[in-house]
């Protein structure tokens, strides 16, 4: 009975060392521009046959009022932090001490190792996991690149990843073309792509995407690591 106990245990370890290999291998390898990552969510759609929708594009086919815009809407200080953004993480655990409703800390990167490693829920143990893996991503692969992983790999409809597909689900145009209202709305979609729906937005979409669009015209040093290299 020991001996099958400690063998387990044994596989257990083995497993968990496996699986926390996994990121530290792959994110030097998503450093090279010609490989395209995969999310967690589009391995599981491949496993369950759902369908897919995905055509990846260069960050330098991608209309620059579409990056500004999310990072004013999602992560202001995006081209600040290295990964993870303390300022607001202490916030949201101030909130959370104070028994207030905490909103979410997650910054670009954070969401982008989500989606490349982990699972969605709101729980603790991937949060905590999270922040290591944000800060190692941060350290080995640049701002831009993170960022083109980031818009190729989010989910902006149910089995639509990545931005050109998205663009052309929704307006029927490349990424590059698009406006910077149509930017505003297709970005005020992230949090909520099976709910929300750029092409024919609610009125509160529009209020949402009005306030995104004026952010992203005035973003200027906050969207400067965005240049290209």
Not at 30 to 49: E, F, K, Q
Not at 53 to 67: E, G, K, Q, Y
Not at 68 to 77: C, L, R
Request: net charge neutral; glycine share 4%.
């Amino acid at each position: 009975m020991l001996r099958t106990t400690k063998r387990i245990a044994a596989w257990v370890i083995i497993i968990v060392l496996v699986l926390a290999a996994i990121p530290l291998v792959l994110t030097p390898v998503y450093a090279i521009r010609s490989v395209h990552p995969v999310s967690t969510l589009m391995l599981w759609d491949t496993v369950t046959v759902r369908p897919q929708l995905r055509d990846w594009v260069s960050i330098d086919d991608v209309a620059p009022v579409l990056l500004h815009s999310i990072v004013m809407s999602e992560d202001g200080q995006f081209c600040r932090h290295r990964g993870v953004d303390w300022g607001e993480m202490l916030a949201v655990v101030d909130q959370a001490l104070d028994g207030e409703e905490t909103r979410g800390a997650s910054t670009i990167t954070m969401q982008t190792v989500k989606n490349l490693f982990l699972w969605n829920d709101r729980s603790f143990v991937r949060k905590g996991l999270e922040l290591p893996l944000a800060l190692y991503f941060d350290l080995v692969l640049s701002k831009r690149r993170i960022m083109e992983i980031y818009v190729n790999i989010a989910e902006w409809d149910t089995g639509v990843y990545g931005i050109e597909a998205a663009s052309q689900h929704y307006f029927g145009k490349p990424a590059s073309k698009l406006t910077a209202r149509e930017a505003a709305l297709i970005t005020i979609s992230l949090p909520a792509p099976d709910l929300r729906n750029p092409a024919d937005p609610s009125p509160t979409m529009r209020k949402l995407a009005r306030r995104v669009e004026r952010l992203a015209s005035r973003s200027g040093a906050y969207v400067g690591c965005l240049d290209a290299d």
